[in-house]
């Protein structure tokens, strides 16, 4: 399974049963109104879809962080839980050592030096390291969402705290990435999207991966991913 629902995610969860996600790895809006800011060196005016060519319409979709009730519905449906942002919601989460830190290696720029993951996991601090710089990237990649984040960055996440069979969700799926990476690697993927725009630019990008075609099975790669050989 790997299909992404073009719906309101509060709407979506109320038909979930309980604990039926193993992991939700989630990037929700942080209310920082990072969909209109302008910035020096990646100004929005050059910011084009990857797939049809034309620049970004301004959108309001990070107005506000989500309420008390997306943060219960979520726990309920969702064993465990990756919510990137966690450091702007402290409100709704409880207290927890397994943070995780992307250094995005942004060097001298007006960039943040990276982004922070709360995460329902009892273990240490951990740090990934992928340039995601403005234009500048650890690998080649379409950006089709302002705040996108990088393939590479899901498949480490799945293969750090996921296990093999487990179903994946994502509330606000944006350009993709997770999608892909969950196609990759072999998981049972599902999602939510509200904007038809983005959620059209996921699909054409998924597709387009899809078709390429693998290498190895999902499974194949999960026997090679937690044998240690893979990645």
Same mark, same amino acid.
């Given at each position: 399974?790997?299909?992404?629902?073009?719906?309101?995610?509060? *709407?979506?969860?109320?038909?979930? #049963?309980?604990? &039926? &996600?193993?992991?939700?790895?989630v990037d929700p809006p942080y209310g920082i109104g990072?969909?209109n800011k302008q910035r020096k060196n990646t100004p929005? %005016?050059?910011?084009?879809?990857?797939?049809?060519?034309?620049? &970004?319409?301004? %959108?309001?979709?990070?107005?506000?962080?989500?309420? %008390?009730?997306?943060?219960?519905?979520?726990?309920?449906?969702?064993?465990?839980?990756?919510?990137?942002?966690?450091?702007?919601?402290?409100?709704?989460?409880?207290?927890?050592?397994?943070?995780?830190?992307?250094?995005?290696?942004?060097?001298?720029?007006?960039?943040?030096?990276? *982004? =922070?993951? @709360?995460?329902?996991?009892?273990?240490?601090?951990?740090?990934?390291?992928?340039?995601?710089?403005?234009?500048?990237?650890?690998? #080649? /990649?379409?950006?089709?969402?302002?705040?996108?984040? #990088?393939?590479?960055? &899901?498949? @480490?996440?799945? %293969?750090?705290y996921a296990k093999p069979g487990d179903k994946i969700?994502?509330? +606000?799926?944006?350009?993709?990435?997770?999608?892909?990476?969950? +196609?990759?690697?072999?998981?049972?993927? /599902?999602?939510?999207?509200?904007?038809?725009?983005?959620?059209?630019?996921?699909?054409?990008?998924?597709?387009? +991966?899809?078709?390429?075609?693998?290498?190895?099975?999902? =499974?194949?790669?999960?026997?090679?991913?937690?044998?240690?050989?893979?990645?």
């Open positions: 399974m790997n299909k992404v629902h073009l719906i309101d995610c509060m *709407e979506f969860m109320k038909g979930i #049963p309980d604990k &039926y &996600y193993e992991l939700a790895i990072e969909s929005c %005016k050059r910011w084009k879809s990857a797939i049809n060519n034309i620049p &970004y319409e301004k %959108k309001e979709w990070d107005g506000e962080i989500p309420g %008390k009730e997306y943060f219960m519905e979520l726990m309920r449906i969702s064993k465990n839980q990756i919510i990137w942002g966690g450091n702007y919601m402290t409100d709704y989460l409880y207290p927890s050592m397994g943070w995780i830190f992307w250094d995005k290696q942004t060097g001298e720029s007006d960039f943040s030096d990276g *982004e =922070l993951a @709360w995460t329902s996991f009892n273990k240490a601090l951990r740090k990934f390291t992928w340039l995601w710089s403005g234009f500048k990237k650890h690998k #080649p /990649e379409d950006r089709i969402h302002p705040t996108q984040k #990088p393939v590479g960055l &899901y498949k @480490w996440l799945l %293969k750090n969700f994502d509330s +606000h799926v944006g350009s993709g990435s997770i999608r892909i990476a969950c +196609h990759d690697m072999g998981f049972d993927f /599902e999602g939510c999207e509200i904007d038809k725009d983005y959620w059209e630019a996921q699909e054409e990008r998924y597709s387009q +991966h899809a078709m390429q075609g693998d290498l190895f099975s999902g =499974l194949d790669l999960q026997k090679e991913i937690y044998q240690g050989v893979f990645l």
